[in-house]
């Protein structure tokens, strides 16, 4: 059933290279193949109605080969006024999402379909943001989770989507190491646009020191006991069996999130690797000593561009 506390909103794109540059379109579709998440901002119309974080929502692709190509969670409450996609002398109201999946138009759920299925939703579509109430927002959620199991069967990817019944063909192991542009927590003082590429470029210039070294440096995909997406870990060190778990902050907060996440990884893999915070700066004399006491190290990069350990 679904969760009542829960709101469902479909989003409009008229596929438009100015509405979701194509570039940007193709990687976030070939990412969320491989099980990544992927944030971004859409617009929402004028109703907003009421968007909080977790609410779910459906990206329909309007015009040609029109349909479903989308679909996703709402991270943030806020409703953002911001220059219009489209007429840079207008302003619209945007919200900040998170697609757990995007696909190709040619393998959409066809609208035609949908307006079969959705029978007490009414039809046309006129507006970014609309909201799907109960009963058609259940039973849009199970013709796309349909949908996406066959196109799953269809070729033989068993990440494509957060599909629960997909989660039994998962098998955690390595994957390529990509920087997949998720926000990694729900933290409001740090999640940001901001924190994210300070991480993501923190993460780069770590892999181009371990490869120096001679590491063998790639990530690995976790899939979780009863979860449904998979996790994905900043970066795995294969030649010493090492997990390192990026922030952009040395603070506390940081680094508590970092720990937590890190001893959660840790038990996804059959060999337990060594596990370290990677900081941008070296933390405080009793953060290092709350996780030394948890055997987690911490490596920091130093003014210099140097990496030490702490």
Not at 272 to 300: F, H, M, Q, W
């Amino acid at each position: 059933m679904t969760n009542t506390s829960v709101k469902t909103f479909i989003l409009l794109w008229n596929g438009s290279d100015e509405g979701y540059d194509p570039d940007e379109f193709a990687e976030d579709v070939r990412l969320t193949a491989r099980g990544y998440r992927v944030p971004g901002r859409w617009s929402f119309g004028q109703g907003h109605g009421d968007p909080q974080p977790g609410d779910r929502v459906f990206l329909h692709k309007t015009g040609a080969a029109n349909g479903v190509v989308g679909s996703g969670q709402i991270l943030s409450s806020e409703v953002v006024w911001a220059q219009h996609w489209a007429d840079r002398t207008k302003f619209a109201p945007y919200i900040q999402v998170e697609w757990d999946l995007l696909l190709d138009p040619a393998d959409r759920l066809p609208y035609e379909e949908m307006k079969k299925l959705l029978t007490e939703f009414k039809f046309p579509i006129l507006g970014s943001g609309r909201a799907v109430y109960p009963p058609s927002d259940e039973t849009l959620e199970s013709a796309w989770a349909h949908h996406v199991s066959q196109l799953a069967d269809q070729d033989g990817n068993p990440w494509l989507g957060g599909i629960a019944a997909r989660a039994r063909y998962r098998e955690s192991g390595p994957c390529p190491l990509e920087r997949h542009r998720v926000t990694a927590y729900n933290v409001a003082s740090f999640t940001s646009v901001q924190a994210v590429k300070i991480e993501a470029e923190l993460v780069d210039r770590f892999a181009a020191h371990l490869k120096a070294l001679g590491r063998t440096v790639q990530g690995y995909r976790i899939q979780p006991e009863g979860g449904m997406l998979p996790l994905f870990v900043d970066i795995h060190d294969a030649t010493t069996n090492h997990l390192y778990e990026a922030k952009a902050s040395a603070s506390r907060e940081a680094v508590r999130m970092a720990l937590g996440q890190l001893l959660d990884y840790r038990r996804g893999f059959d060999e337990r690797p060594d596990i370290s915070v990677l900081l941008p700066e070296r933390p405080t004399e009793d953060l290092l000593k709350l996780l030394a006491e948890n055997s987690v190290g911490c490596t920091y990069e130093t003014a210099s561009g140097a990496f030490e350990r702490g």
